[in-house]
Nanobody
Framework: QVQLVESGGRLVRAGGSLRLSCAAS????MGWFRQAPGNERQFVAA????????VYADSVKGRFTTSRDNAGNTVYLQMKTLKPEDTAVYFC???????????????????WGKGNQVTVSS
């Protein structure tokens, strides 16, 4: 059973920074999604198996960066210049699909973390 353990969510002021972590039991292509109350789950960022390929939603491009640690099992989402509209529960997800690519659809992911609340105050 794949386990994804997330950490790092908290309350932060607008303009601030925050880093989320997601530790997996093995190396997988990973994605980050978020869900605000009343909204559908939304793609944020994804990273392939090696960490050499990443993709971002337009709403976070230039502000968020996803990366892996050297061992490859932990993935990070560095968030800068946070805005109140970034407030959501953030989920990491792992896919069993090819490690060469990144994936932007929730249906492409097989395992999900429990979610981390990120609240950005204005």
């Amino acid at each position: 059973q794949v386990q994804l353990v997330e950490s790092g969510g908290r309350l932060v002021r607008a303009g601030g920074s925050l880093r989320l972590s997601c530790a997996a039991s093995e190396r997988y292509p990973m994605g980050w999604f978020r869900q605000a109350p009343g909204n559908e789950r939304q793609f944020v960022a994804a990273i392939n198996w090696t960490g050499g390929r990443t993709v971002y939603a337009d709403s976070v491009k230039g502000r968020f960066t996803t990366s892996r640690d050297n061992a490859g099992n932990t993935v990070y989402l560095q968030m800068k210049t946070l805005k109140p509209e970034d407030t959501a529960v953030y989920f990491c997800a792992a896919t069993l699909l090819s490690g060469a690519y990144t994936y932007t659809r929730a249906s492409e992911y097989h395992y999900w973390g429990k979610g981390n609340q990120v609240t950005v105050s204005s």
